[in-house]
């Protein structure tokens, strides 16, 4: 059984970093598509980076330039590293999984889920 845990979510300063981590267990498929998504209180969850088993990525525009998604298969954890942080990415951020690689960038394209790190930036 797919289980996937995130870790690393905080409190910071407007400007400041984090690195979320995700780390993936009953995984085996060869093929897939791994991905972070965020929900802010009151808002739709939206993608924020994706990447594929070939390590093609995906940005959305509201992380381009700042966040960079990351994968290490030895380790089956995903990373999202997160840069110049603004109070607008405060949300609880989401690690999920795609196994059937459909390449639609939305939440219900996704299979498996974590159960949620928390982000919050202060201004």
């Known amino acids: 059984q797919v289980q996937l845990v995130e870790s690393g979510g905080d409190s910071v300063q407007s400007g400041g970093s984090l690195r979320l981590s995700c780390v993936a267990s009953g995984f085996t498929y060869s093929t897939y598509r791994m991905a972070w998504f965020r929900q802010a209180p009151g808002k739709e969850r939206e993608g924020v980076a994706s990447?594929?088993?070939?390590?093609?990525?995906t940005y959305a525009d509201s992380g381009k330039g700042r966040f960079t998604i990351s994968q290490d298969n030895a380790k089956n954890t995903l990373y999202l590293q997160m840069n110049s942080l603004k109070p607008d990415d405060t949300a609880m951020y989401y690690c999920?999984?795609?196994?059937?690689?459909?390449?639609?960038?939305?939440?219900?394209?996704?299979?498996?889920w974590g159960q949620g790190t928390q982000v919050t930036v202060s201004s």
């Open positions: 990447v594929d088993s070939f390590g093609r990525t």
């Open positions: 999920a999984l795609d196994v059937y690689y459909i390449t639609v960038f939305t939440p219900d394209y996704f299979q498996y």
